[in-house]
Nanobody, 122 residues
Framework: QVQLGESGGGLVQAGDSLRLSCAASGRTFSTYAMGWFRQAPGKEREFVAAITRISTTYYADSVKGRFTASRDNAKNTVYLQMNSLKPEDTAVYYC????????????????WGQGTQVTVSS
């Protein structure tokens, strides 16, 4: 399995931007599809975005047009650029790795990071 570590979270105001990073260990990073999930207090973990091995991206409707996933295989890193942040984006954000081609649900992902907190104030 691949080891994952997120960074880049913080406290921002509504309308601000943040970029999350997720660094992965191992030599086979490019063979994984990578996903971002989030979990707000009292809520279930939800899908946010994913990027396939060939960098096809797809997003939850709630973040479409505001968030952008990207990857740099040379750096074993996946990113989540978050623009126009809203208070409802407040959550712990997790990155995850999957051997599936087009993973969407949490069960499709076999490796998870520890998460990074994003707090958006109004």
């Amino acid at each position: 399995q691949v080891q994952l570590g997120e960074s880049g979270g913080g406290l921002v105001q509504a309308g601000d931007s943040l970029r999350l990073s997720c660094a992965a260990s191992g030599r086979t990073f490019s063979t994984y599809a990578m996903g971002w999930f989030r979990q707000a207090p009292g809520k279930e973990r939800e899908f946010v975005a994913a990027i396939t091995r060939i960098s096809t991206t797809y997003y939850a409707d709630s973040v479409k047009g505001r968030f952008t996933a990207s990857r740099d295989n040379a750096k074993n890193t996946v990113y989540l650029q978050m623009n126009s942040l809203k208070p409802e984006d407040t959550a712990v954000y997790y990155c995850a790795a999957s051997t599936s081609y087009h993973p969407v649900v949490a069960a499709d992902f076999g490796s998870w990071g520890q998460g990074t907190q994003v707090t958006v104030s109004s």
